[in-house]
């Protein structure tokens, strides 16, 4: 206690009071880096783009899932280079640090810095051996800072083995400078801050399913090798160089951010979601005013686009609304099981007139997992406000963000490295100047570079180099 009034004295417990109101303990013996990172999260207020349960948006371990399934954490625990991939998925601005490659002044200007501020917080992975605890290696939030002793409060999250305490911090400097067996590199910190702005409010990357390895692989590695040994000689070549070659089900990879509600819940929409829904729709509006968004409708339109994606029913309203139903309602019964397990056989178009007279589109199912029933409903962003409103099954009702949005927000969201194969010069000014983010508005920007950033950090785990690289990831 007195440490502690000394520290407040100082300034340099700013960052405690909103970590100790998302003070957790970790569900799992194993979970003591999901339950730090989400306390940090919840601490900078960023949003999860989803519902925890009822109408809160919160983070939980259990939706901390992007780098690696929850299962194998629940076994093995997690890297620090793993954890730091979590945190960037979930849209924290991240530097990452191992302890060999830092220095323990480096360590304490960072603890400073996040303990005379709310804007940011530490979390450390070190040994507990070296706190002379029982256990091994171990991830928990700093707390604060006493300037006088030189010692970091711990907020451990393994609460039911220790409140919190402190500690010397050249001795949690030592802690973080054991090697993690599993990865070969020394353990370390991460500092954690808020972005200027949310980022992903439209599109994410996931990889949820099996194959996003496989198609990660291919936009990073093939497309490139593709567009070097065909002839290409314009835009539409490009295209149809990328499109024919696209994985079968490269749509599980790259995600809509749907705005999701339990029917339950009843009520009016909320200013936070018709806030949200506006975004959406201002990004969405952005992706189809770029002039790659024409290059890539009429490459669709052609019969060789249309022969490319032969779905059909790919963009019809109930087929894509039944499907984010379906993740919808995983989502928020917060299940672990496979979308094979869930059906939505009906789904039904509604308009709801806010008070600014702004018509909001809703799509309303019921999803079926055995002998359960959820009711979802799924705010729809438009670009043109004109969806009609009905119900039933009828196929030519088309919704957004659709083939042709996906499509060219997949194709801005390759690396800059992707095009250096085109021998045309010509051509390849004419590429650059259609994917620079310099040439597009700000909320596309940021969204486009997020997926970026998404894409380098899945290439990374997928070549098993995340505890190698901390750096930022690329833009």
């Known amino acids: 206690m007195q440490l502690f009034l000394e520290a407040i004295q100082n300034g340099t417990m700013e960052g405690f009071y909103r970590l100790v109101s998302y003070f957790q303990t970790q569900s799992e013996p194993a979970f003591c880096g999901l339950a730090s990172l989400s306390m940090v999260l919840n601490a900078l207020a960023i949003d999860p783009g ?97 300037v006088g002793k030189d010692m970091a409060l711990i907020l451990d999250v393994a609460r039911f083995k220790y409140p919190p305490h402190w ?28 972005p200027h702005r949310e980022p992903g409010m439209l599109y994410t990357l996931s990889c949820k399913h099996e194959s996003w ?39 599980e990879f790259i995600k809509w951010v749907a705005e999701i509600r339990r029917q339950e819940d009843g009520g009016s929409i909320s200013e936070e979601e018709k806030t949200r829904l506006a975004v959406k729709e201002e990004v969405l509006g952005q992706v189809q005013e770029t002039r790659l968004f ?43 099981s496979s979308l094979s397990a869930y059906c939505c056989p009906e789904t039904c178009m509604k308009c709801w007139k806010a008070e600014d007279d702004k018509s909001i589109t809703m ?14 409903d799924v705010l729809i962003p438009s670009s043109s ?15 957004h963000p659709a083939s042709t949005d996906v499509l060219t927000v997949l194709i801005l969201s390759l690396p800059s490295t992707t095009w250096a194969g085109i021998t045309d010069q010509q ?31 899945l290439k990374r785990c997928q ?13």
């Not at 198609?215 to 070549?237: C, G, R, W």
């Not at 295209?239 to 070659?245: A, D, N, P």
């Not at 406000?385 to 919704?399: H, P, V, Y």
Request: proline share 4%; glycine share 8%; with cysteine.
């Open 50 to 146: 989803r519902k925890w349960k009822g109408p809160w948006r919160w983070f939980d371990e259990s939706m901390l899932d992007c780098c690696e399934p929850l299962e194998m954490v629940k076994a093995r625990g997690i890297s620090f280079g793993k954890l730091v991939c979590l945190a960037h998925c979930a849209g924290a601005k991240v530097d990452a640090f191992h302890a060999s490659q830092s220095s323990v002044d480096d360590f304490r200007k960072y603890v400073i810095k996040c303990s005379t501020s709310d804007d940011c917080h530490v979390i450390s992975s070190y040994h507990r051996a070296a706190l002379k605890q029982p256990g091994t290696g171990h991830f928990s939030p700093i707390g604060g800072y006493h």
């Open 167 to 194: 500690v010397p911090l050249t001795l949690l400097w030592e802690g973080m400078n054991y090697i993690d067996e599993s990865t070969g590199q020394s353990r370390g910190f991460m500092l954690i801050s808020r």
């Open 213 to 251: 390895n496989s198609i990660a692989k291919f936009l990073i590695d093939d497309v490139p090798f593709l567009l070097k040994s065909e002839d290409v000689k314009d835009i539409h070549k490009v295209l149809s160089v990328i499109f024919t070659s696209l994985p079968s089900n490269f749509e």
């Open 294 to 336: 024409k290059h890539v409708a009429s490459f669709l339109s052609s019969s060789c686009g249309r022969q490319t994606l032969t779905s059909g029913e790919g963009d019809a309203l109930p087929v894509i609304a039944a499907s984010v139903c379906c993740q919808g309602a995983e989502i928020l019964g917060g299940k672990l």
């Open 363 to 376: 799509v309303s199912g019921t999803v079926v997992n055995g002998n359960t029933e959820q009711g979802v």
């Open 385 to 399: 406000g004109k969806l009609c409103c009905t119900c039933s099954s009828k196929k030519n009702i088309r919704m």
């Open 427 to 457: 051509l390849l000014r004419e590429i650059h100047d259609l994917v620079s983010t310099e040439n597009l508005p700000t909320l596309l920007q940021e969204e486009v570079l997020h997926l970026r950033r998404q894409l380098h950090i």
């Open 463 to 475: 070549e098993g180099k995340v505890d190698e690289d901390l750096g930022a990831p690329i833009s």
